[in-house]
C-alpha cells in the first residue's frame, strides 16, 4: 500500500493511468460530436448552402473537463484509494492474545471477539502460532501456543466473567520464550497491570486494543433514615452524565417488576453520584435488587439480600410494671439490639398475631390463655419465629412442668436455679463454646459472659438435640424446637441484666443476627459469618443477567465476609437458612480509574480512525459526472430541446433521475408514528374537555358506531337548541386507548360480537364509574324485560357488564330524578318504546314522606342506565340536521322521536346537574325560612 | 387475386380511417355553412333573385316593364345563379407531406386531406360538383360529379399515398373553366408548377393554392452538427453548424413564397400559407372565399 498523507492506494500503478488525460484532451478536441439525423422535408431549399465556417462546432472547454474529471475520478477510483489506512506491520513468531475479559468488557464484547476472530484470522494467514489467555480465569499452567484455526474455533467459549481479573503471579511465572503479545484491555487500571505488563515486555512486544468507554458501577445499596441510598461511580470523569436506575422486586403477586426508578446524576468532573429512594417499607422489603438498565455489566446490578429488609419483629414482656426503672425494663436490650434493622410491633398478644409479624420475642411471658396459645401455635407453624426469655414468672409458674408445652421447646423444671448469688455457693457460669449444628458455630465466646441464674430443662431423651448453646458445665442456655415451618427457641436466662451478662455483651447480638432477627454489611459481620455454609440461589454473569445457581456447592461464610468477587465467590444471592446475602461486583471501596500506559506501548482503538475505502464515493462521483456530460452533450447537440420528437423527454428523464440519485436518501422514520401518538392523545384530551363533549363507546361494528355518532350529534343539537348545556361534537371513544374521565356520558350500544374488554379497559370502567362518570347501556333490542335472557345484544350485555361495579338496580321508578330534571317524563321511548329501563336501586329506607310529591331517593347520579330501545336511532340526524331513521309511523313517531329526545335531555341534565331537581322540592321551605 | 378474405381485411383497413375523417371533415365544414350563405347571389337561373337598376350594357329586352312602370327607373330581374360549377381538388400525397415536427400537431398530409374532405362537403351541399385530378405521377383522377355519395369516394380516394419526393399537380381531372384547388407543400422544383397554373389559367381554369408547411419548417429551430433528410431519403445534406444556416433558409423560404405569390397574381390564382400547428378552420374559410369569387 502506498501512501499519501492520510490516503492510501491499494493499487498505486494505476495512477499512471493519468498521465493519459492530456492526450485525451487532444483527442476529444479535435473529434467533432457526432451528427443528429434529422428528417426535413424542406431540405430542398437547403441544397447548396455551404457552410460558412470549415471547422465544426468544437467540445467546449468546460464540457472536456468534465470528462478529463470523470476519467480522472475512474482511474483514482480503481487505485483503490483509502482514508486513515491502517498499518499494522504483520509479525512472525509466536502470539499471545490477552483479554481481560471482566465485567467491564461485556458491554461491547462481540466488539471484543470481532477483534480477536481478526486476529486470528491474521495469525492464520502468517502461520503464527497463537494463544489465547482471558485474565479471569488464566490457564494453570503456561499457554501453549498452537494453531489459530483451532483458538477461532473455541473462541464462542471464551466469554467476560463477573470478576475482575485475580492474582496473576502464578501466570507471569509459567510464561516462556519470546512472542508478541496483544493485550485486549478492558479499559480500568488495576494495580496487577504494570508488573504483568512489564513482564510481557521482557519476552516480546506489546500491543494494547482498548476503547474508551464509559462504565458505571453501582455501589453497595444502604438504608439511611428510612430512605434506600443508591450511589454509583463511573468513569472516566467527564461531562454531567444522568442514568436511570431501577430498583426491582416482586410485586404482590409475585411477578418481578420495576418498583421505582431514580435518576443518578453525575455532576461534570465528579466520579460519584447519589440518589435516595424514599419507598415505603412494604415496597423496599420487597426489592430484590437494583439495576441500570441499558447499560450491560455485572456492576450495574446490585442485589440487595437481607441489606435492606427490615424484619418485623413483635416485641411483648410478662406483667411490665412502669415503675421499674428503663435499664431493668425485659425487653430494653432487645430493643437496644433490635431497633436499628428492624420495625418493632408492641401491643396485647392477640393484637401482635394478627400483625402476623416475622417474629415474636416474648420477654418472661408465662400465662397465656388457650385461644392465644392456639393463635401463636397456628402462627408458628405457618413459619413464625418465637423467641422466648425465661425470667421470675416463668419460673414461678407451673408452664412446661411435667408436660411439653407446645410454646416451650423443652420441658421445664419446677423453679429454676441460681448459681453464684449471694445466697448460693456456686460461682457463676460461664458459657460453652458451640457445637457445630448450632446456629450460632463459629461466634467466639467472650469469657466475661457469666450466667447467674436459669431456668433447668428437665432431662429427657430429646433434650440433647434441642440444645443449641449451653453453659460450661452442661445445662442448656438456648433450646430450639421446630414446629411446622417455623421455630419455638427459648433462651433460658432473661432478656436484662437480672440473670446474666449475656444482654450486655456483643454475643447477644451476633446471636439475634444468626437468628436472622437482625441483618448488616458483610464486612462488618465477618465474625458473624464465621463457621457458616451458604448456598449460593442466584448468580450474576459479566453482562448482570441473573440465573438460578444449579448444583453449586455452599461457600463457607468466612469466603463470603471477604465480599470480593472471584472465581470460588460468583457474585450473586447466598442464602443460610433464613438469611440471605449477597455478594455484589461494585464495593464500597471499588475505584475506577481509566488504564494508561507506558508510551512505549502501542495503544490501538483509542483514537483510531476507521479505515475509510473511498473507491465506491470516486466511482459514483465518476459516474454523476458522466450522466452530467451525457446531458451536456444532449443539450450541446440540441437534442434536448424540441429539436426532435421523444428525446427531449428522455433528456429530461435522465436529468430527473440525476436528480434524484443525488438526493440523499432520508433517514428511515420507524419511530416517526410516536411523537404525533403523543401530540394526538394530548389532542384528544383537548377537544374531550373544551366543551361538554357526548361520548359514545366504539362497538368496532361501524354501521352501529355511525349511528351512535349520529345520534348524540342529534342529541347534542337539541340541548343546544333548547337547554343552557352547549355540548361539542360527539366524539367515539375506545375504553381500551382513550381516557374516559373527560366524559359526563358515555352511550355504548351494545352489539352480540363485540369484543370484551381488557382487564384493564374494565379496570379504568370501574374507576370512571366511581368518579361520577355514567354509562348507558343500550342493547337496541327493545327486549330487556327479561333482562337480558333472550337476545344475544342482552347475553352481551350480562357478560359485559359482570366485571362492572354495578350497584343494584330496578325498572326507573315513576319517582325518580330522570323523569324530571328537564322535561316532566314517564316514558322513555327511543326507536322502540319499551317501558323497562334500569337504574339504580333506590335506598330500601326511602320512604315518601308527608307533603312530599316523590321519596327522597338516593344521593348521586345512577352510574349506569339500561335500556333496550335504541334511543340513537331515535336522536340520528345527518349533517344537515334531518332524522337520520324513520321512527314510528306519522304523527305519532313524531311524537315519539321527541319523547326520546326529551329523555336524551332528562338523561344529560341528570348526570350534568345530580338530584338538584329532587333537591329543588325543598325551595319553598326555604324560601320561606328566609323570608321570615 | 388475392383472397376475398384477404380483400376484405385491406379493405377494411382502407376504410378505418374514412369514417374519423369523414366526421371531422363534415364538423369542420359545417362552422362555414352556417356563417355564410352559399352561391344566394345573382346568376344564369330560372328562379327570380332581385330587380336591380338596369345598367347601359343590359339588353333592352332584359328590363321588366312591370316593375320598372312603377317608378321612374328601369329595372332588370335578375335570375339566381343555378349553374353547378366543377371544382376539381388536387391534395399532396408525397412522402415530404407525411412529416410533422412534433406528436401534438397532425402532418401536413392529414391536414390537407381534411381540408380538402371538407371543403369538398361544403361545396357538395351547395350542389357543385366536386372531383379529384391526380398527380402527375399516379394520374388517379376522380371526375367531378354531385352528391353525397361523392363526398365517400373522395375520402376513398384520398386515403392513398404516393412515394414520390414531391408533388405536382396533373392536367386529366381539370375540365375547362371550372374552378381548382391545389393543396401541397410547394417545396419541390416550382417550375413544373408555374407550368401547370399557366397551362391551366390558359384553359380558363381559375382556383386556389393553398400552401401548407410544419412550424419546424417555417421557423428551422435547429442547432449543432445535423444531417438533413428528404422523406424519402433522396435527399441529404449535412452541415456542421445548423443554426449559421437559419437565416439564410429563411431567406430562401421567403423567396418561394414569394415567386408561389407572383405566379398567383400572374395567373390570377389566389394563394396563402397555412400551418400545421394553426387550426384548419381559418384555412377552409380562406379556400371557400376564395372558390366563392365571382368567376
Known amino acids: ?932 | 387475386m388475392s383472397a376475398p378474405a384477404d380483400l376484405r381485411s385491406r379493405a377494411e383497413a382502407l376504410a378505418d380511417p374514412l369514417p374519423p375523417l369523414l366526421a371531422s371533415a363534415e364538423q369542420l365544414a359545417a362552422t362555414v355553412a352556417l356563417g355564410q350563405h352559399g352561391r344566394r347571389r345573382a346568376g344564369l337561373g330560372d328562379s327570380f333573385w332581385q330587380y336591380r337598376p338596369s345598367h347601359q350594357s343590359d339588353a333592352s329586352t332584359r328590363i321588366d316593364w312591370r316593375r320598372s312602370g312603377k317608378t321612374d327607373q328601369t329595372f332588370v330581374q335578375d335570375k339566381e345563379w343555378q349553374i353547378a360549377q366543377s371544382v376539381a381538388l388536387w391534395v399532396d400525397r408525397s412522402s415530404a407531406m407525411r412529416h410533422a415536427s412534433s406528436d401534438r400537431i397532425p402532418q401536413k398530409a392529414e391536414r390537407a386531406r381534411l381540408l380538402a374532405l371538407a371543403l369538398s362537403a361544403l361545396l357538395i351541399r351547395g350542389g357543385e360538383r366536386v372531383g379529384l385530378t391526380g398527380s402527375t405521377a399516379e394520374g388517379d383522377g376522380l371526375p367531378p360529379r354531385p352528391g353525397e355519395a361523392q363526398l365517400a369516394r373522395l375520402a376513398n380516394a384520398l386515403v392513398g399515398e404516393e412515394s414520390a419526393e414531391y408533388g405536382l399537380p396533373g392536367q386529366e381531372g381539370l375540365p375547362p373553366h371550372s374552378r381548382a384547388v391545389f393543396l401541397s407543400d410547394f417545396l419541390g422544383d416550382p417550375a413544373p408548377l408555374e407550368a401547370a397554373i399557366a397551362q391551366a389559367a390558359d384553359r380558363g381554369i381559375r382556383g386556389a393554392f393553398l400552401q401548407i408547411l410544419d412550424p419546424e419548417e417555417e421557423s428551422f429551430p435547429f442547432r449543432g452538427r445535423t444531417i438533413f433528410e428528404s422523406g424519402a431519403g433522396s435527399l441529404r445534406h449535412e452541415t456542421l453548424k445548423a443554426d449559421a444556416l437559419r437565416q439564410r433558409y429563411l431567406d430562401r423560404l421567403a423567396e418561394r413564397k414569394d415567386r408561389l405569390a407572383q405566379l398567383a397574381r400572374m395567373s390570377g390564382w389566389l394563394f396563402t400559407t397555412h400551418l400545421t400547428s394553426e387550426p384548419a378552420a381559418p384555412a377552409l374559410l380562406w379556400l371557400y372565399t376564395a372558390l366563392d369569387q365571382r368567376a
Do not use: C
Open chain 1, 1 to 932: 500500500m502506498t501512501l499519501l498523507g492520510p490516503l492510501g492506494f491499494t493499487a498505486p500503478w494505476l495512477l499512471l493511468g493519468l498521465v493519459l488525460l492530456p492526450i485525451l484532451w487532444l483527442i476529444l478536441r479535435a473529434v467533432p460530436p457526432a451528427p443528429i439525423r434529422r428528417r426535413f422535408p424542406a431540405v430542398a431549399l437547403l441544397l447548396g448552402l455551404g457552410d460558412e465556417e470549415s471547422q465544426s462546432d468544437r467540445t467546449p472547454w468546460w464540457l472536456l473537463l468534465l470528462r478529463l474529471a470523470a476519467l480522472g475520478l475512474v482511474i483514482l477510483g480503481f487505485a483503490g484509494p483509502v482514508l486513515n489506512p491502517s498499518e499494522r506491520t504483520p509479525g512472525d513468531g509466536p502470539l499471545l492474545i490477552l483479554a481481560d475479559a471482566s465485567w467491564a468488557d461485556a458491554p461491547d464484547w462481540p466488539a471484543r471477539t470481532d477483534r480477536i476472530e481478526a486476529l486470528l484470522a491474521e495469525a492464520r494467514r502468517l502461520g503464527r502460532p497463537t494463544a489465547l489467555v482471558a485474565l479471569t480465569d488464566p490457564p494453570a499452567e503456561a499457554p501453549v501456543f498452537g494453531p489459530a484455526e483451532a483458538l477461532a474455533q473455541s473462541l464462542p467459549g471464551v466469554q467476560p466473567r463477573p470478576w475482575e481479573p485475580q492474582d496473576l503471579t502464578a501466570f507471569a511465572a509459567s510464561l516462556e520464550g519470546p512472542f508478541e503479545t496483544y493485550w485486549l484491555s478492558d479499559g480500568l487500571e488495576r494495580a496487577s497491570r504494570a508488573p504483568l505488563l512489564s513482564l510481557l515486555q521482557s519476552h516480546g512486544p506489546v500491543s494494547v486494543f482498548q476503547t474508551p468507554r464509559s462504565i458505571v458501577a453501582l455501589r453497595p445499596l444502604a438504608a439511611e433514615e428510612g430512605e434506600v441510598v443508591l450511589r454509583a461511580t463511573r468513569t472516566p470523569v467527564g461531562p454531567d452524565l444522568t442514568v436511570t436506575a431501577a430498583a426491582v422486586g416482586l410485586d404482590p403477586s409475585g411477578t418481578e417488576r420495576p418498583l421505582a426508578e431514580a435518576e443518578l446524576s453525575f455532576a461534570p468532573g465528579e466520579a460519584e453520584a447519589e440518589v435516595r429512594l424514599d419507598l415505603p417499607p412494604e415496597l423496599r422489603n420487597r426489592l430484590t435488587r437494583v439495576e441500570l438498565p441499558g447499560r450491560r455489566s455485572a456492576a450495574a446490578v446490585q442485589l440487595t439480600g437481607d441489606a435492606l429488609r427490615r424484619r418485623e419483629i413483635a416485641l411483648l414482656a410478662g406483667g411490665t410494671s412502669d415503675e421499674l426503672p428503663e435499664l431493668l425494663s425485659p425487653l430494653h436490650y432487645l430493643h437496644e439490639a433490635l431497633e436499628p434493622s428492624a420495625d418493632l410491633i408492641e401491643g396485647t398478644l392477640g393484637d401482635i398475631v394478627l400483625a402476623n409479624p416475622d417474629a415474636i420475642i416474648l420477654a418472661d411471658v408465662a400465662e397465656i390463655s388457650p385461644e392465644e396459645t392456639q393463635a401463636l401455635e397456628a402462627w408458628v407453624e405457618d413459619g413464625g419465629l418465637l423467641l422466648r426469655f425465661a425470667g421470675p414468672r416463668l419460673a414461678a409458674a407451673d408452664v412446661a412442668v411435667g408436660e411439653t408445652d407446645p410454646l416451650l421447646p423443652v420441658r421445664l423444671r419446677a423453679g429454676g436455679r441460681s448459681v453464684g448469688g449471694a445466697m448460693s455457693w456456686g460461682e457463676p457460669k460461664a458459657l460453652a463454646p458451640f457445637e457445630p449444628g448450632s446456629p450460632f458455630f463459629g461466634l467466639p465466646v467472650p469469657p466475661d459472659v457469666e450466667v447467674s441464674a436459669q431456668v433447668l430443662a428437665e432431662p429427657g431423651p430429646e433434650l440433647a438435640a434441642r440444645v443449641v448453646a449451653e453453659l460450661a458445665d452442661g445445662t442448656p442456655l438456648v433450646t430450639r424446637r421446630e414446629v411446622g415451618a417455623g421455630q419455638v427457641i427459648l433462651f433460658h436466662v432473661t432478656a436484662n441484666a437480672e440473670w446474666s451478662s449475656l444482654p450486655l455483651s456483643g454475643l447477644f447480638v451476633q446471636m439475634l443476627e444468626r437468628l436472622a432477627l437482625t441483618a448488616g454489611a458483610p464486612a462488618e459481620q465477618a465474625e458473624a459469618l464465621e463457621g457458616t455454609i451458604w448456598q449460593p440461589e442466584q448468580l450474576i454473569d459479566a453482562f448482570g443477567r441473573l440465573a438460578p445457581a444449579d448444583d453449586l456447592p455452599g461457600v463457607p461464610g468466612a469466603r463470603l465476609a471477604a465480599g470480593t468477587p472471584g472465581p470460588e465467590l460468583l457474585p450473586g444471592l447466598y442464602s443460610s437458612g433464613e438469611r440471605a446475602l449477597a455478594i455484589n461486583v461494585g464495593s464500597e471501596e471499588m475505584s475506577l480509574a481509566p488504564a494508561t500506559w507506558p508510551a512505549d506501548v502501542p495503544v490501538e482503538g483509542l483514537a483510531a480512525r476507521a479505515e475509510l475505502p473511498l473507491q465506491g464515493w470516486l466511482l459514483a462521483v465518476a459516474l454523476g459526472l458522466l450522466l452530467l456530460d451525457m446531458i451536456a452533450s444532449l443539450a450541446l447537440s440540441g437534442r434536448l430541446r424540441g429539436g426532435g420528437r421523444g428525446t427531449g423527454r428522455g433528456a429530461a428523464a435522465a436529468l430527473a433521475i440525476v436528480l434524484l440519485s443525488a438526493l440523499p436518501p432520508g433517514p428511515a422514520r420507524a419511530q416517526e408514528g410516536e411523537a404525533p401518538a403523543e401530540t394526538g392523545t394530548d389532542l384528544f384530551a383537548e377537544i374531550a374537555t373544551s366543551e361538554v363533549v357526548l361520548a359514545h363507546v366504539l362497538t368496532g361494528d361501524d354501521t352501529v358506531d355511525e349511528l351512535a355518532e349520529a345520534g348524540l350529534l342529534g342529541l347534542s343539537r337539541t340541548l343546544f337548541a333548547r337547554t343552557s348545556v352547549e355540548p361539542g361534537p360527539p366524539m367515539g371513544v375506545d375504553i381500551e386507548a382513550d381516557e374516559l374521565a373527560f366524559f359526563p356520558l358515555l352511550y355504548w350500544p351494545v352489539t352480540a360480537d363485540m369484543a370484551l374488554p381488557s382487564p384493564a379497559a374494565y379496570d379504568k370502567l370501574n374507576r370512571y364509574l366511581a368518579g361520577g362518570g355514567m354509562i348507558v347501556f343500550d342493547t337496541r333490542d327493545s327486549d330487556l324485560g327479561t333482562f337480558g335472557g333472550s337476545t344475544p345484544e342482552g347475553r352481551m350485555l350480562q357478560a359485559l357488564a359482570r366485571p362492572l361495579n354495578i350497584p343494584p338496580l330496578e325498572p326507573l321508578p315513576a319517582d325518580h330524578v330522570l323523569t324530571r330534571t328537564f322535561y316532566l317524563l314517564q316514558d322513555f321511548p327511543g326507536r322502540f318504546a319499551s317501558h323497562d329501563v334500569w337504574v339504580e336501586a333506590s335506598t330500601p329506607d326511602a320512604e315518601q314522606l308527608e307533603g312530599m310529591p316523590f321519596r327522597n331517593l338516593n344521593d348521586g347520579v345512577t352510574p349506569v342506565v339500561i335500556g333496550g330501545n335504541d334511543w340513537a336511532a331515535a336522536w340520528a340526524v345527518d349533517e344537515i340536521g334531518a332524522p337520520l331513521l324513520p321512527i314510528g309511523r306519522g304523527q305519532a313517531g313524531d311524537r315519539q322521536r321527541e319523547l326520546a329526545l326529551r329523555f336524551g335531555v332528562n338523561l344529560v341534565m341528570h348526570v350534568l346537574t345530580g338530584n338538584y331537581k329532587s333537591d329543588q322540592v325543598h325551595v319553598p321551605a326555604l324560601l320561606e325560612r328566609l323570608g321570615n
